[in-house]
């Protein structure tokens, strides 16, 4: 049998070092004996976050112009998740009951795959970044009128096939797994992405504890716990996130700059999960109790609230070039906010959710796990209050900040293009055209509902 596999995250130091050494992917796969970037753990999203989102839009753009009129991307991602190579895929313990020279030969296959998926990913990543260092000017043209590096608008699918091999050549490998799991979430295959986290906490618990990269084992457990956390919050399982979150707190224990905003992360994220579950009191604690925190800011802030805002607010009306590390900083209580709006209030009076919520901080950065899901929220507050206008202008934000979306096929971006007749404000995306990203989860599951309600029946129907 070979069944298709799933895979991980990553680190801030170590990111930083690997994305400006990448460059452009090269043609070949496997050009050295011992491929990079190597290691456990990438940090995937601020990888992605540190490239200038100007560059990325208008990519995304570029990119979703290219893919509205294809008819395979369900076949592509098929293709994908689809595991090749010589051996079968094995799970964790027939693999642990190989000989040692059948696991070292599959370990260093998988390692390979491994790399080859980093190397397209983080490679692609660098190219933007580089184009980005090259100044306002340049990139006009770059931006408007070069095409994309080849490969690149397929980064994605490259990946997640290479991860999808090496998590099946050598199941004990937790990285795989995370990386595979990683992926498999940015284009939103849930189920996938489940499957791959299970499986790497399963091969972290066969690590060894005098591991040699400890700190590094220890940011995977972490990140996947909360990975987890996320996506039984995204399932709708609120109670399952609090478990979750329970599980990750000694992981988190230690100060240090890193774990600091992991553990915001948590703390925010509980929040909202008593909020989802609708405990009030509890959420609104929560939020009384969470901290400010540094966000970088942009300049000039939008004007009223408007489109107007929306428009001088968006990344791409800035000058490219610049350094995010560099940005000014300033202290925001967004957290609060957005736990509070999802609270609501006990009179659900949707004019009081609006006036805890605050005006749009279009002029903000927020952390790379948690700008997306930011903008995807506020956007659900403004739909229920009726605001479709600002809704669908958060749901273009979250587009904006999903990791890696400008490489791999998207569609729904452009209203007239979805399924159904969805009203025009209530704009949603999806990955592959079969999966959903971020937008309005109520018009992509009324036309979804529609299109299957249109398919002809059989002319024999047994009703099941």
């Not at 170590?14 to 043609?27: D, N, Y």
């Not at 966000?295 to 489109?307: C, M």
């Not at 995306?429 to 599951?445: E, K, P």
Request: glycine content about 8%; aromatic content about 10%.
């Amino acid at each position: 049998m070979r069944p298709g596999t799933c895979a991980t995250f990553a680190p801030i130091g170590l990111t930083l070092v690997v994305v400006a050494g990448c460059g452009g992917p090269p043609a070949s796969e496997f050009a050295a004996d011992e491929p990079s970037p190597a290691g456990l753990y990438v940090d995937w999203d601020r990888a992605d976050w540190l490239v200038d989102r100007s560059i990325l839009v208008n990519v995304r753009d570029f990119t979703v112009a290219q893919n509205l009129g294809r008819r395979d991307p369900v076949a592509e991602y098929r293709v994908a998740i689809t595991y090749a190579a010589e051996w079968d895929s094995l799970g964790l313990i027939p693999f642990l009951a190989l000989n040692e020279d059948e696991q070292a030969d599959r370990r260093r296959l998988a390692r390979k795959h491994l790399a080859e998926a980093r190397r397209v990913a983080l490679g692609t990543l660098g190219h933007y970044r580089e184009a980005a260092s090259r100044g306002f000017l340049p990139n006009l043209n770059l931006v408007d009128n070069a095409p994309i590096p080849p490969g690149a608008e397929t980064a994605v699918t490259t990946a997640i096939r290479h991860l999808t091999t090496a998590a099946g050549l050598d199941p004990s490998h937790p990285a795989a797994w995370r990386d595979l799991a990683y992926f498999s979430g940015v284009v939103g295959d849930r189920r996938r992405q489940q499957r791959a986290l299970d499986a790497a906490l399963a091969a972290l618990d066969r690590v060894d504890s005098d591991h040699p990269a400890e700190g590094d084992l220890g940011r995977l457990r972490r990140d996947i716990v909360l990975d987890l956390a996320w996506l039984a919050r995204d399932l709708g399982q609120p109670q399952l996130t609090l478990a979750y979150l329970d599980h990750v707190e000694p992981w988190l224990a230690t100060p240090s700059p890193e774990r600091d905003l992991r553990r915001f992360e948590a703390r925010l994220l509980r929040g909202l999960a008593l909020a989802d579950r609708g405990d009030w009191l509890a959420a609104i604690g929560v939020a009384r109790d969470l901290p400010r925190t540094e966000v970088l800011s942009r300049t000039p802030r939008g004007g009223a609230r408007e489109s107007l805002r929306w428009f001088l607010g968006a990344p791409n009306l800035l000058a490219l070039g610049y350094d995010r590390a560099n940005w000014p900083r300033q202290v925001s209580d967004f957290g609060r906010r957005w736990i509070k709006a999802l609270a609501g209030a006990p009179s659900g009076d949707s004019r009081h959710t609006l006036w805890l919520l605050g005006s749009p901080p279009t002029d903000l950065e927020f952390p790379p796990r948690l700008a997306a899901r930011y903008w995807q929220d506020q956007g659900r507050v403004y739909a229920r209050a009726g605001d479709h206008e600002s809704a669908r202008h958060c749901f273009e934000w979250s587009a904006m900040y999903r990791p890696f979306l400008a490489f791999f096929p998207i569609a729904g971006s452009r209203g007239p293009s979805r399924l159904g007749a969805a009203e025009a404000s209530q704009r949603y995306f999806t990955a592959y055209g079969m999966f959903f990203l971020c937008g309005d989860r109520g018009a992509y599951d009324r036309d979804a509902a529609a299109t299957v309600a249109e398919r002809p029946r059989p002319a024999a129907a047994t009703g099941f």
